[in-house]
């Protein structure tokens, strides 16, 4: 009798818990939801959050909230969004490296990618070669050329020790056997306005924070490190056409719920988000500032994540980056 009545009792919580899921998936959403963005404003990040907040708040009927959290090398906002109330109103818009890199560059993250659940993939970039005008070369060969013979002479900028641009810029060094100076910034915006002025005279990143300098002349595009060359950059050639075979750089953007969030809700996110994006005039936007979109479903990001996070640890320890 005792053994049936805690089936029964147990039986009833797992139905309410299946209940009060799908009653929060019907009812959702009631009110705002943000989108926390682990980057200041400017960049590849922001702009993601910013192309699918508007079109993702008709979808819901909802205002969608971009909520700019830099710093920590993202962890702040990773922090945030993991130890917020798993209800569908809090999103983390992650981007790769610190998703799937943080990890690999220190043991004790003050979050996990445990405790984040897997949502949407809604975009990629590829990274650009990007130099001020003061750099005495025209061609990705050229650049290479007088990075040999001035070791140490020029610095590069990144978005944060651990960022895309830090990593990719290192595994440039090594394919390359070259060297360059360091210099981390808080996200994009600033590292940019560095390499305008000729502060900083590299950035390899994605093509948002850099394609209208390159297409006004105030810096040039040596290379698209990707297999095809970009739509907003016809005349800079890839990579490997530019001679240097085997170096592709690309950065993706996900969103995440805090883990815990009810399946349901995190099923109809996904598919409005899928919505959202598929509109003409997003992809028209994300045209025009050099991103491409890709949706993903939850199981599909979740083993890119997996795939990806295996990646990195073994560049990162190859290249001996550090979070410091």
């Known amino acids: 009798m ?17 209940l009060c899921g799908l009653s929060l998936a019907q009812g959702f959403p009631n009110k705002a939801v943000t989108l926390v963005v682990p980057n200041p404003p400017g960049g590849f990040v922001d702009a993601s959050a910013r192309l699918l907040s508007d079109p993702l708040s008709r979808v819901l009927s909802q205002s969608v909230v971009v909520d700019n959290k830099g710093g920590g090398s993202g962890n702040v906002a990773y922090a945030q969004v993991a130890r917020a109330n798993p209800d569908g109103y809090t999103l983390l818009t992650s981007y790769s490296a610190y998703h799937v890199g943080n990890p690999a560059l220190s043991p004790k993250l003050p979050w996990s990618q445990k405790e984040l659940a897997p949502v949407a993939l809604i975009t990629v970039a590829t990274n650009v070669i990007a130099v001020h005008p003061s750099v005495p070369a025209n061609t990705l060969s050229e650049f290479i050329g007088y ?12 978005q944060g020790n651990g960022s895309l641009s830090h990593i990719g810029t290192e595994m440039f ?24 002025s000729g502060q900083v005279q590299v950035f390899i990143t994605t093509p948002p924070s850099v394609m209208g300098h390159i297409q006004a002349g105030k810096l040039k595009g040596l290379a698209v490190a990707g297999k095809t060359r970009h739509p907003g950059l016809p005349s800079v050639p890839t990579t490997a056409e530019a001679g240097l075979k085997g170096f592709e750089l690309e950065a993706w953007v996900g969103i995440f719920a805090p883990a815990g969030t009810p399946p349901d809700v995190v099923n109809k996110l996904s598919a409005s988000i899928k919505q959202a994006m598929d509109m003409p005039e997003t992809k028209t936007r994300a045209n025009a500032a050099g991103i491409e979109i890709r949706y993903l479903p939850p199981d ?25």
């Open 147 to 158: 990075l040999k013979a001035n070791p140490g002479k020029l610095s590069y900028a990144s």
């Open 2 to 18: 005792n053994t049936f009545r805690l089936t029964q009792r147990t039986a009833a919580a797992l139905c309410t818990w299946l």
């Open 173 to 196: 060094k090594m394919q390359t056997h070259t060297s360059m100076v360091h210099i981390p910034y808080r996200g994009s915006g600033p590292a940019v306005q560095d390499v305008l």
């Open 300 to 324: 599909a990001l979740d083993a890119l994540v997996k795939q990806e996070t295996e990646f990195w640890a073994k560049t990162i320890k190859a290249a001996g980056i550090t979070a410091d």
